[in-house]
């Protein structure tokens, strides 16, 4: 198995809204913000090349919306996952299987494009099949009001009416061995219904991807929960027993929305579990 970083784009989103009821003048001090109270967000997914298997994880926010939508995210910064996959040799149409760990736009917007005449919308991987799990496909189509600006449905549909669409099995699961891509995956539902996080068995590490059950390193604290969570008691638990089990194990902590940390350790301590070592995904991979 080999591993690699795509960063698909980085934006900026409202301090307050990531970390929900902790105050600024806490938070600022690891995620500073700038005039308009927003901090630095990365879009970083992560490419496994497994036997004939090329996977990628999450894809961002893809391209396809208006200039008025992205400007509510002041991106910034010059990359994308054309620019990535082609730094490590390969290209979309390599790609044999794109797993989602939810379907919010900041984590799959990437999966769908226009077509050529922009008349409709296609898969941005022609050749890859798409994950996503039955209960989250549910919750998604079906949004209630909070999530619904986070549901897009040119986002989300045209995998379904593609052919692509593929789910998970044994969702109600909280956690499986190993799943129809070869990795383990824990459910969790604090964020959204079912997010995925795949841990992968890589040169004798765990190495874990953490979506949005620990967007940031200054997440790491259990009260630390984003605003935008469906189910904030629920991500408390959920971060309990895996940050626990994350420390215990010496698992490695891929960071999706981390702007200026990719990867990071944890450690027991007085004060809960904390930080431990930072990486960067060269030190690793």
């Known amino acids: 198995m080999k591993l690699y970083p795509i960063e698909s784009g980085n934006f900026k989103l409202d301090?307050?809204?990531?970390?929900?009821?902790?105050?600024?003048?806490?938070?600022?001090?690891?995620?500073?913000?700038?005039?308009?109270n927003?901090?630095?967000?990365?879009?970083?997914?992560?490419l496994i090349e497994d036997g004939n298997k090329l996977i990628l994880v999450d894809t961002g926010m893809g391209n396809k919306q208006n200039d008025k939508f992205f400007g509510y995210y002041s991106l910034w910064g010059d990359h994308s996952i054309d620019k990535s996959l082609a730094k490590h040799g390969f290209n979309r149409d390599d790609i044999t299987?794109?797993?989602?760990?939810?379907?919010?736009?900041?984590h799959c917007g990437g999966s769908i494009q226009w077509n050529k005449d922009r008349t409709g919308y296609e898969p941005a991987f022609k050749n890859a099949s798409y994950w996503t799990n039955k209960n989250h496909w549910e919750w998604a189509t079906k949004p209630n009001a909070r999530e619904k600006a986070s549901f897009l449905t040119e986002n989300i549909l045209p995998m379904q009416e593609s052919?692509?669409?593929?789910?998970?099995?044994r969702p109600d699961a909280g956690f499986i061995e190993q799943s129809e891509l070869g990795f383990g995956i824990f459910f969790a539902d604090g964020h959204t219904e079912k997010q995925m996080i795949p841990h992968l068995n890589y040169n004798g590490k765990t190495i874990v991807f953490m979506a949005d059950l620990l967007p940031t390193v200054g997440h790491i604290p259990l009260p630390y929960v984003m605003g935008y969570d469906t189910r904030p008691l629920l991500t408390i638990d959920e971060k309990a027993k895996f940050m626990n089990t994350a420390a215990d194990n010496g698992y490695y902590l891929f960071l999706e929305h981390d702007?200026?940390?990719?990867?990071?350790?944890?450690?027991?301590?007085?004060?809960?579990?904390?930080l431990k070592e930072n990486f960067t995904c060269n030190d690793i991979f």
Request: net charge negative.
């Open 38 to 46: 927003l901090i630095d967000i990365a879009a970083r997914c992560l």
């Open 97 to 106: 299987d794109v797993f989602m760990t939810h379907l919010h736009f900041d």
């Open 15 to 36: 301090g307050g809204a990531m970390f929900g009821v902790v105050p600024k003048t806490i938070w600022h001090k690891t995620n500073p913000a700038d005039n308009n």
């Open 259 to 274: 702007a200026h940390n990719e990867i990071i350790t944890v450690e027991h301590t007085e004060k809960g579990v904390r």
């Open 163 to 169: 052919g692509q669409l593929k789910f998970i099995d």
